[in-house]
């Protein structure tokens, strides 16, 4: 049974730092392409990065470039990401999700997701 679990999300000062955590089961990580995803309250779930399984690539978007990393852990079949600098509007539920190959900007295009863990950024 494929499954995506998240965990590390919590409440952080403005300025802080999170790192999430993505255990991966029933499948193999390094087979997919995976990403992070968001969903603020109100508003449409958006991309926030992600790994292709093909060549390795990574993708950010632009709100997150250099403060947001993203990593693959394969031996433990987990992704991560690790979040700096955190500003109240990365306040969202995270979610990863898994698909075939290539990195998507349509996430549709994504075949397994994960129940999503709750970041906070607030004083």
């Known amino acids: 049974q494929v499954q995506l679990v998240e965990s590390g999300g919590g409440l952080v000062q403005p300025g802080g730092s999170l790192r999430l955590s993505c255990a991966a089961s029933g499948f193999t990580l390094d087979d997919y392409a995976i990403g992070w995803f968001r969903q603020a309250p109100g508003k449409e779930r958006e991309g926030v990065s992600c790994?292709?399984?093909?060549?390795?690539?990574?993708y950010y978007a632009d709100s997150v470039k250099g403060r947001f990393t993203i990593s693959r852990d394969n031996a433990k079949n987990t992704l991560y990401l690790q979040m700096t600098s955190l500003k109240p509007e990365d306040t969202a539920v995270y979610y990863c999700a898994a698909k075939d190959y290539y990195c998507s900007a349509y996430i549709g295009d994504y075949d397994y997701w994960g129940q999503g863990t709750q970041v906070t950024v607030s004083s």
């Open positions: 790994i292709s399984s093909s060549d390795g690539s990574i």
